[in-house]
């Protein structure tokens, strides 16, 4: 016979035999995988930013391909990926609107006071043990960047040791949220533009020996709106979220320009 | 029964220049009433105690102005009688806010009613007594603020054969303590023993560091012809050696497990302080309003024991010891070691407040950024046997799950570790970063936990 | 918070104290305490010694402050490693080596081995061996080309000659025990440093007295040199008991070669060994361990440097397997 | 018996695979995160390149020889040493999810990694006989686990250096790869061979 068949033959015979095996292994050790988590996963963006509350992307797939949770709770994705995901599924959900980080602080290192020199780590979560960072104000943005640190998006920048969102880039996965040892960082529906930057629930005067920006209580703007969308918490103007605003002149009313107009990323009216 | 060497010694530990010898020599002189007291509400550890007073209202020395708010909460009393002025949230002595209860003192300093003595306490039920160091509002003074009739209360099932009274005050500068043993020597004695009879413990111990001879004698000359197993255990200085759970090892050989309470090894430990204020509240009906504070340091002009009211401001205090001088860089509430620094000097001293320190610009310790250089000093000084070189780069590059699987939870705090790098890192600041993080983590895994259990 | 506040107080965490302890102090325990070798090398080798610690810590610096420079860092070297990494460097020369090649050497050490990684602190192997160790392998012939020291510079002409060990493992790759060996390097010479080796490898005595500084110094601890010494003693022992004629007694084990050098000045680098004594332990005996193996059964004469230069990868895991046991626990393996 | 240890030395120290010949790099440096993971792929190395080794000598003197088909070898070889690795991942698909997902892409790529390849062919090229070459390949393998393990304790400390940032990520992988390597040369001459 031609050697060249010969070993043309051999060489056939021996991925024969291999084959053989792998099938037979294959079989013997073969591990389901639901494709439907595969598809999921597929249609998530891949980021795995943990906003949904997951360890990634893969496992908010596979919860909710095994433990029927909400589709919607994928941020960044927003309403493109619920609709995938409710095809995938053959579900049916809506997409929440986008929400987007808002820190509601606006005590710059000018506009609010320093108590002391602080000398440590440079970790917000740090300096808050030791006597706050040596900021007067005991609600406000310490400026150290812990949030920026977490953002997967590069969306906060501090200025002047403040921490400030940039919503077209926000994704709104909420790591900041977590990051912020005093809880200043919101989510908030992504065409607001009216926020009270300041959390300070202390009375006025007391605001006012450490900051110049801070919510003093006054109640101008709550009355200005008649109790809707800012209501009053203590000495505190909080805006509730869940009614619309729409006069940004609301903002000319607060004495200490505690509340900001940002213009959202899409218009109110869209909303 | 003579004093005895402690048979262990720490593991670890440092030995700072203990810079006692400016106060340690001086009584204690009683601090006039402050024209303004500012008493935290929350002194201790544990829920914060609710204020029960309103601004205008009079209240009498001895008063409840705040009351316990929890079963980890204590009571806090009146240091004088006068009028309310305000009741707002403040910067405390911990250089954290809390509600404040702003007293104007009437300068009659008038108690608030008739007090009730015990006479004969060794026949009291243990309940009543703890009871009544509840009503006092007795915390470790120490510097944790622990409530005492917590301790004093151990769950069914843990048995407490043995007390220790600390009096090692093993921080620098601090004489507090020291000055207490010397001059009321029975009156921590007294306070030993009722906690001792409350515990139903059979072993008694008065922990003293051995660069206190004079206080050692004095409480041996106190408890001369007790009864039991009692005695003074002198102690080898070295910081941290008064921590609680290094002064059980070194008293009795016993480790508290890694996570557990002294009470786990069956021992508890209270300090001098706290046993004198025992011994006040039980004899005399005394709640806790005043306690011995050192203000010292090379900043203030004639560093003094004082005993002082709870809740006098700490500007005040200093001023009553000639005011500061030179360029003064920090003012420490509590000792060098784990002292807090305080961003503003209006603030009442605590219960927990044993000291004042300031110090100079130039002695103000500054934390570098450099890099560590792996020199394994901290890990000889950590008395909790860990590696803080490691764990503080792990928790500045976040890594804090790695942190948490070396033991970064079982950091006590004590600062051995700072005070020996030469690359002057921030360490203690990371540990307690690093545990808080650790921390709040677990509680979010748990909460995730629980929120799938109810899921399914 | 009406305090009229004077100054502003500094907050920061607690400890406030501090021992007083730095970097910049260590590294100059460190050059302190090499300064016997240092007058030793200079009465055996001379002038040359002078010039090779110059080169080497003049070159380490200058590498330093221009990398640091074109990393766009604060210059670091204050903190003096880069001084401390030149001397060593040179210590672990020959006598005779060209200023270029130092240089290099020196170059190497400070650039690749530590300031890549970012600088002291970073770094993984020990700069100065890492120096010594490109140099060997670029320039093998300078390298170990040994001259006879002169006491007092007597004689500068240099006569080129071997080290004890790389006399011994010549004649032996050669199948002949070397003629008049015991002659040539009495242990006297090996103790006082009159012997041919790198520049300040050769005097235990001088290397001694700086290494109970730094002990006295608590700069080191005992246990790396200590499980150095004992692991190449206990080694040598035992080889030379095997076979009296084929292996060197103990003695001229631990006299001979870069032992004391190493052992003290290298095993003990802070930044590139564990960080616990036990650690530190385990690191000496396994740099015993390679270097009697190199010695013995190698294509080298001398091993200390490669073998710290192995421990030194193997530092994280050993620093990973020796943690100490945790207060309050029954076992580090929990 | 001598000769059999000083070959294994020899693989692991000596002409360790990855310092001394730079073979199997991309493992290497792909799996040296942590070091669970690095001891998952050593076992994957050993068992791959062990088995591998025991059935190409006798693939090459019994079949290839025989039929003089040598110049097959390396395609020969590929395919057994492709079945094994696929071998090897299913049982750990199964067995050791959590390794097989430590190990990712890099199992599948051991297929094709020239440190097994190499190894069998190299003892072809000796000249070992099979008892021989199945020590020879423990030993490499051995040695390729042992530069794993020393280099990803390193790695985790070099993940906290601060290394410029032309040097960042595997930059100061390979400078580091390249000091171990230097210092594993002073095994030079160590075993003869």
Redesign the interface.
């Known amino acids: 016979m031609d050697p060249v068949i010969q070993h043309t033959i051999l060489i056939g015979m021996a991925g024969l035999v291999c084959g053989a095996l792998l099938a037979l292994v294959s079989h013997y050790f073969a591990v389901h995988e639901d494709p439907t988590v595969e598809a999921l996963t597929a249609a998530l963006p891949g980021i795995n930013c943990g906003g949904c509350g997951y360890a990634g992307c893969a496992a908010y797939a596979k919860a909710v391909a095994t433990e029927n949770i909400g589709l919607d709770l994928c941020k960044p994705g927003g309403a493109e990926t619920v609709a995938k995901m409710a095809a995938i599924t053959g579900r049916t959900a809506s997409a929440r609107e986008r929400e987007v980080a808002v820190v509601l602080c606006n005590g710059s290192r000018e506009r609010a006071r320093q108590a002391a020199l602080y000398n440590g780590v440079a970790d917000c979560a740090a300096a808050d043990l030791v006597a706050g960072g040596g900021k007067s104000c005991r609600f406000g943005c310490l400026g150290f960047g812990s949030c920026a640190r977490v953002c997967p998006t590069g969306a906060i920048e501090i200025a002047d040791s403040l921490a400030v969102v940039h919503p077209e880039l926000c994704i709104g996965c909420g790591k900041c949220t977590g990051a912020c040892p005093r809880k200043l960082i919101k989510l908030v529906p992504e065409s607001r533009s009216i926020h009270v930057l300041c959390i300070n629930r202390d009375r006025g005067p007391d605001v006012k020996k450490v900051c110049d920006v801070g919510c003093i209580g006054c109640t101008l703007c709550s009355k200005a709106c008649n109790n809707e969308g800012i209501k009053m918490d203590g000495f505190l103007a909080v805006v509730d979220y869940t009614v619309p605003l729409n006069s940004p002149e609301i903002a000319t009313k607060c004495p200490t320009k505690a509340i900001a107009v940002r213009p959202g990323v899409k218009k109110e009216a869209a909303a | 029964m003579t004093a005895i060497r402690a048979p262990f010694r720490i593991r670890g530990g440092v030995h700072p220049h203990d810079s006692k010898s400016a106060t340690s020599a001086l009584p204690v002189e009683t601090a006039a009433v402050p024209p303004r007291l500012l008493v935290s509400a929350s002194q201790h550890l544990g829920a914060p105690s609710k204020p029960v007073v309103k601004k205008g209202d009079a209240v009498l020395r001895g008063q409840v102005i705040a009351e316990a708010s929890g079963y980890v909460s204590s009571a806090v009393h009146a240091p004088t009688s006068g009028t309310v002025k305000s009741v707002t949230s403040m910067l405390t002595a911990t250089a954290r806010h809390a509600f404040v209860v702003e007293i104007e003192p009437d300068g009659q300093d008038k108690w608030v009613e008739p007090l009730h003595p015990m006479a004969d306490w060794t026949s009291a039920a243990p309940r009543d007594l703890v009871n009544r160091i509840a009503a006092a509002g007795i915390v470790g003074m120490g510097g944790a603020g622990f409530p005492t009739q917590v301790k004093l209360s151990p769950p069914p099932g843990k048995s407490i054969d043995t007390v220790i009274i600390n009096g090692a005050e093993c921080e620098p500068f601090l004489t507090a303590d020291h000055r207490l043993m010397l001059e009321q020597s029975d009156a921590v004695w007294l306070g030993a023993r009722i906690i001792r009879h409350i515990l139903g413990a059979s072993r008694l111990f008065v922990g003293i560091e051995d660069n206190k001879p004079d206080a050692i004698a004095a409480m041996e000359k106190a408890m001369a012809g007790a009864d039991g197993e009692t005695g003074v255990i002198i102690l080898k200085s070295r910081y941290p050696q008064g921590a609680e759970k290094q002064l059980i090892r070194s008293v009795t050989g016993r480790e508290v497990p890694s996570g557990g309470l002294p009470m786990d090894v069956g021992a508890v430990v209270e300090n001098v302080a706290t046993a004198a204020a025992v011994a006040a509240a039980v004899t005399r009906g005394v709640p806790l309003t005043e306690r011995v504070i050192t203000i010292t340091g090379e900043c203030v002009k004639n560093p003094r024991n004082l005993l002082a009211r709870v809740g006098t401001p700490i500007s005040w205090l200093i001023e009553q010891c000639g005011g500061l001088t030179g360029s003064v860089g920090k003012v420490i509430s509590g000792g060098p070691m784990m002292g807090v620094a305080l961003p503003d000097l209006d603030v009442g001293a605590n219960k927990t407040t044993s000291g004042v320190l300031a110090i100079s610009r130039e002695s103000a310790r500054q934390f570098g950024s450099e890099p560590c250089i792996a020199c394994g000093r901290c890990v000889i000084a950590c008395p909790s046997g860990l590696l803080p070189c490691t764990l503080s780069e792990h928790i500045e590059a976040e890594q804090f799950d790695d942190a948490e699987r070396i033991s970064v939870l079982d950091c006590i705090e004590c600062g051995a570790c700072a005070f020996e790098c030469p690359a002057r890192r921030p360490l203690v600041q990371h540990m307690r970063q690093g545990k808080q993080t650790v921390l709040t983590r677990r509680r979010a895994r748990e909460a995730a936990a629980r929120g799938k259990e109810e899921r399914k | 918070m009406s305090a009229p506040e004077k100054t502003a107080l500094a907050v920061s965490s607690s400890p406030h104290a501090h021992s007083g302890a730095s970097v910049r102090g260590i590294m100059m325990d460190v050059l302190v305490a090499m300064i016997p070798a240092g007058i030793a090398a200079f009465m055996f080798f001379g002038w040359n010694a002078i010039r090779l610690i110059l080169v080497c810590s003049a070159t380490s610096v200058l590498a330093e402050w221009a990398t640091r420079r074109i990393m766009k860092r604060e210059a670091a070297i204050d903190d003096l490693s880069a001084v401390v990494t030149g001397v060593l460097l040179a210590f672990n020369l020959p006598p005779s080596l060209p200023s270029w090649m130092a240089a290099v050497g020196a170059f190497a050490a400070v650039v690749i081995a530590k300031q890549v990684y970012g600088g002291l602190g970073y770094n993984v192997f020990n700069p100065a061996l890492v120096g010594r160790t490109v140099l060997l392998i670029s320039f093998p012939v300078a390298m170990t080309t040994w001259t006879m020291p002169s006491l007092y510079c007597a004689g500068m002409d240099a006569v080129t000659t071997a080290t004890p060990l790389g006399a011994w493992k010549t004649a032996w790759s050669a199948g002949a025990a070397p003629e008049g060996f015991f002659a040539a390097f009495p242990l006297s010479g090996l103790v006082t440093g009159n012997r041919p080796g790198c520049l300040g490898e050769t005097s235990a005595i001088a290397l001694g007295l700086g290494a109970i500084y730094l002990l006295l110094r608590r700069c080191i601890y005992w246990h790396a040199p200590a499980g150095f010494f004992g692991a190449v003693a206990v080694i040598s022992a035992s080889l030379y008991a095997l076979d009296p004629a084929r292996n060197l007694p103990p003695a001229y084990h631990l006299l001979s070669g870069g032992l004391f050098l190493g052992a003290f000045f290298m095993a003990t680098d802070m930044v590139t060994t564990p960080v616990t004594r036990s650690g530190q332990l385990i690191f000496g005996l396994g740099c015993g361990l390679l270097t009697m193996v190199i010695r013995r059964w190698g294509g080298y004469p001398e091993g200390v440097s490669f073998s710290i230069l192995i421990m030194n990868s193997l530092t994280p895991l050993i620093n990973r397997a020796t943690r100490p046991r945790v207060f309050g626990t029954r076992s580090k393996l929990a | 018996m001598t000769e059999l240890v000083l070959l294994v030395v020899g693989a692991v120290l000596v002409n360790n695979f990855v310092l001394h010949r730079f073979l199997g790099i991309c493992p290497f440096l792909g799996v040296s995160r942590d070091?669970p993971t690095a001891l998952g792929m050593s076992a994957a190395v050993v068992f791959v390149v062990t088995c591998a080794a025991a059935v190409t000598w006798p693939?090459q003197y019994f079949?290839l020889e025989r039929?003089?088909?040598g110049y097959?070898q390396t395609?020969?070889f590929i395919?057994?040493i492709?079945?094994f690795v696929?071998?090897v991942e299913?049982?750990l698909?199964?067995?050791a999810?959590a390794l097989h997902r430590g190990l990712g892409i890099y199992l599948p790529l051991i297929t094709t990694n020239c440190a097994v390849l190499g190894v069998t062919v190299l003892s072809i090229k000796k000249g070992l006989n099979f008892v021989e070459s199945i020590f020879f390949a423990l030993g490499a393998a051995l040695g390729f686990g042992l530069a794993l393990?020393?280099?990803t304790?390193?790695r985790?400390?070099?993940?906290?250096?601060?290394?410029?940032r032309a040097?960042q990520g595997t930059a100061?992988a390979l400078?580091?790869a390249g000091?171990?390597s230097?210092?594993?040369?002073?095994?030079?001459?160590?075993?003869k061979l």
């Open positions: 070091i693939l079949v039929f003089g088909a097959l395609i020969a395919l057994v492709a079945t696929q071998l299913l049982v698909k199964k067995a999810p393990l020393i280099f304790g390193m985790e400390r070099i993940a906290r250096a601060y290394p410029p040097f100061i400078v580091t000091l171990l230097l210092a594993f040369m002073g095994f030079a001459g160590l075993v």
